[in-house]
């Protein structure tokens, strides 16, 4: 293998596979000079080392060039997901500097802050956000206002209107509970529907829709002033002036993965240079660069039906695009000159309804 990589490798951004001898893909890796990259793995300086325990494995070294290392980092991506190799940990995601809100569901849902989608196939995220420590901070708040529970997910649920058919005792009672800041579905402190109701009013406030918890808590303020029930509404109040002060902090914490749409050509250093269709942080296409003015013709064309499809913008994320939305977004961050070669998207469609 090592003969192979001196004789025909070469310094260009690429996408290799590891393969054991029975052809089983062990590792997948990319790099934008290859060979300098293939190279290092057998110069491991200790057995330990992830490289030399991948090369003990692997019986051959394939690789394959790509156009730019943006196209390596999405070849890559790709190739995980579809083989999921047992060295590669985690999709190879670079979540360090963003974080999630993971609805997790059961009985009474809460929310979860995550680097990624982790193994929750089909779930619900919100983000990306910048820190997960003030993001952490901020949703503490914002359970605190509407009063949802942020305890271990296999805590079990006993609420109001459920019926027991054995009468077990439980335990006490959570200090979040006991100083009003969490409905109790675990003491049987709420209905069902009334926690629903409340985690509902959450979930819209993480879509956008900012209004609606604001104006829920509000309503039941002004209830509680018109039964001169004065201690309640002054809770409402104050948990009212949190929550918009919480909404200017989610404003600053999102991402604008709003603007990351737009068509991306990077600089090809191998090959003929693809043109790439991202619409809010995920690659919707991959276009060949046009070379004539009929291709011109039907690249715009392409481009734009892309651009027509509508798309939610609710702040969700589908759990298998958060991988790629990672990928872009970090990209971007860590080379914010490549905005330079972008260009707009025309005629972009219209949102879907959240």
């Avoid at 009003?180 to 069902?192: E, N, Y």
């Avoid at 404003?251 to 991306?264: I, P, T």
């Amino acid at each position: 293998m090592l003969a192979r990589v001196k004789a025909e490798a070469r310094d260009l951004p690429g996408v290799y596979e590891m393969r054991s001898a029975d052809g089983e893909i062990i590792y997948v890796g990319k790099s934008k000079k290859l060979r300098t990259r293939l190279l290092s793995y057998f110069r491991a300086q200790y057995p330990a080392d992830k490289g030399a325990r991948i090369l003990r494995e692997a019986a051959e070294i394939q690789w394959e060039y790509v156009p730019s290392e943006f196209a390596s980092l999405l070849e890559e991506l790709t190739r995980i997901k579809r083989y999921r190799p047992r060295h590669n940990v985690a999709g190879k995601r670079d979540a360090r500097h963003f974080a999630f809100i993971r609805v997790a569901r059961g009985a009474a849902e809460s929310f979860r802050v995550v680097r990624g989608a982790g193994q929750d196939e089909g779930g619900v995220f919100f983000g990306p956000f910048r820190g997960a420590i003030q993001l952490t901070e901020a949703l503490r708040e914002l359970n605190d206002a509407l009063g949802l529970r942020d305890c271990a997910l296999d805590m079990p649920m006993h609420f109001a209107d459920q019926p027991e058919l054995f009468h077990a005792p439980r335990t006490p009672g959570c200090i979040r509970h006991e100083i009003g800041k969490c409905l109790g579905p675990c003491v049987a402190a709420v209905r069902r529907d009334e926690y629903a109701e409340r985690f509902a009013l959450a979930r819209r406030f993480l879509e956008g829709a900012s209004d609606a918890p604001l104006e829920g808590l509000r309503a039941a303020m002004e209830e509680a002033s018109e039964q001169l029930a004065y201690e309640r509404a002054a809770s409402l109040r104050d948990k009212i002036t949190r929550l918009e002060s919480l909404r200017a902090q989610f404003a600053r914490l999102r991402f604008a993965v709003e603007s990351l749409s737009f068509v991306y050509t990077p600089a090809a250093a191998h090959g003929d240079a693809v043109s790439y269709v991202i619409r809010r942080g995920r690659v919707r296409a991959r276009l060949a660069l046009p070379s004539t003015t009929a291709a011109r013709r039907a690249l715009d064309g392409a481009v734009a039906a892309v651009a027509q499809v509508p798309e939610r913008l609710d702040g969700t994320v589908p759990s298998h695009e958060i991988d790629e939305l990672l990928l872009v977004t970090s990209w971007f961050t860590r080379f914010p000159k490549e905005f330079e070669r972008t260009a707009p998207l025309p005629h972009a469609g219209l949102p879907s309804e959240a």
